[in-house]
Each structure stands twice: as C-alpha cells, then as structure tokens.
C-alpha cells in the first residue's frame, strides 16, 4: 500500500504499475549563498544578502516485482516519468515544485529486489514551492499567499489607446518602465515567467529590450500579503489589466 503519492505535470509515480511502493518523501535544506562583510571592529560579520540557490527533495520507493526482466521494464517507466517538469506531493497539497531530474534510480542487484530506489528532483530556477493555481486580480490590490519573501507577478494588458510612448508597472518592491513600445489599439501586452524567467512580448514578439535602464530586474510582490500593484500609461492609470502571481512556500 502506497503511502504517499508524488506526481510530475500530473502524472502519478504510484500509478505507472502496482508494483510501485513509494516509501518516503524526503525534502533537503536549501542550498544557500550567503554574502557577509566584515565589521569595522569587534568580532562578527554583517549578513549582507541571503539568496536560496536550489532545492531539492528525494522520492524513496520499492518495485515489488521478483521477476527480473518486469522490474527493470518497470524502472524504463519511472526513468521517462521522471522527465517532468512540475513536481508536486501529497504533503504539499496544491502547491507545486519547478525541477529537473538530478539522479535517476539504478537497479544494483538483481539478487536484492526488494531494496529501496530513489530519484532525486532539484528546483534550480524557482527554488520554492508555489502555489499549482495563481491568484488573479483585475484591481490595483492583489492579496498573495505564502511564506516565502517574494514572488513574481504577471500582467495582461489590452492597450485600448494608440501607441503608448511610455508604459510602467509598479509595485511596492519593483517597477519596470518601457519606453515606445510597438503596440497600438486592441494589441496585449503580457509580462510572464511561464519559462521561468521575465518575459515581456506584443503579439508574441518579445519587447523586452524597451525596458529602461532604470527599471528593476524583475516585477516582484512580497508573499502572505495584500500589495498594491499598477499599470500606467503615459501618466495615466490604465483599465483592462489583469494581474496575477503564484503564493511561494518555503
């Protein structure tokens, strides 16, 4: 009987065969940078900036297969299962994990099948668990869940002016401004991080490189509050945007 259950982009490791036991779930401390400089005197440093690297956590399972050739037919499948992107957890009920596979299991012993393998997942991009469903507002106010620091946020606007010579969002810990942006009358602007990192595309073509220098290196809200969050254009507040952001956990 399966305890726990692990799924990646909505595929179940306990459905791929009823041999499968997965035993354990094992979520490791998170690699950490940690910049420090030194005080002026006495003993001791400042912590200038702590940055979370990565995560990783560890499914342990058993296949409960004595027949050699099954078993190993049975690995082929938790090794291409393993390819996913999404991990999520019956532990961590609706909320998600952005990985890549960092090892894959290996039968050892022919002799010994009922040893316990392993698969190990590492977040590298977003290294903190999200929530599955982002929160949305069509508002200046957006309340997002979580206990991380921070998170990013999405905007879709339909421009219902022409040619905007100035475009800026603000929140309390970002702001990003382009300049003469190629979009008119009924065209979308989309700020995303679908892939992972800032995206900012008209019609799909990316218009990243009209952010000004000034501009901040992502659009971020702070987590386990409500944050205000705007879309202007040439000065003025603009209708028709829709905001949203995925809570982060750590």
Aim: proline share 7%; aromatic share 6%.
């Amino acid at each position: 009987m399966t305890r726990y259950k692990v799924w990646l982009d909505q595929q179940g490791l306990q459905d791929l065969d009823p041999a499968i036991c997965i035993i354990d779930l094992q979520e490791q401390p998170p690699s950490q940078l940690l910049s420090t400089a030194a005080r002026a005197q006495g003993d001791g440093v400042f912590l200038a900036r702590r940055a979370r690297q990565s995560l990783s956590v560890t499914v342990r399972f058993a296949i409960r297969e004595p027949h050699p050739a099954r078993r190993q037919a049975i690995l082929h499948k938790v090794r291409t299962w393993a390819q996913g992107s999404y991990l999520t957890t019956s532990d961590r009920p609706q909320q998600r994990l952005k990985v890549q596979a960092e090892s894959l299991p290996t039968l050892q012993s022919a002799l010994k099948w009922t040893d316990a393998l392993s698969v190990t997942f590492t977040a590298y991009e977003a290294p903190f668990w999200e929530d599955a469903q982002p929160t949305t507002s069509a508002v200046s106010t957006l309340y997002l869940p979580g206990d991380a620091p921070a998170a990013p946020v999405d905007v879709r606007w339909l421009c219902v002016t022409d040619a905007p010579e100035e475009v800026t969002i603000v929140t309390p810990l970002s702001h990003i401004t382009f300049r003469s942006l190629p979009l008119h009358a009924g065209q979308e602007l989309v700020i995303s991080h679908e892939s992972g990192t800032l995206t900012a595309t008209i019609d799909g073509a990316d218009v990243l490189p009209h952010r000004t220098p000034e501009s901040s290196d992502d659009l971020l809200l702070s987590c386990g509050q409500t944050s205000a969050v705007t879309l202007t254009a040439d000065g003025a507040a603009a209708s028709g945007c829709i905001f949203s952001a995925r809570g982060r956990w750590l």
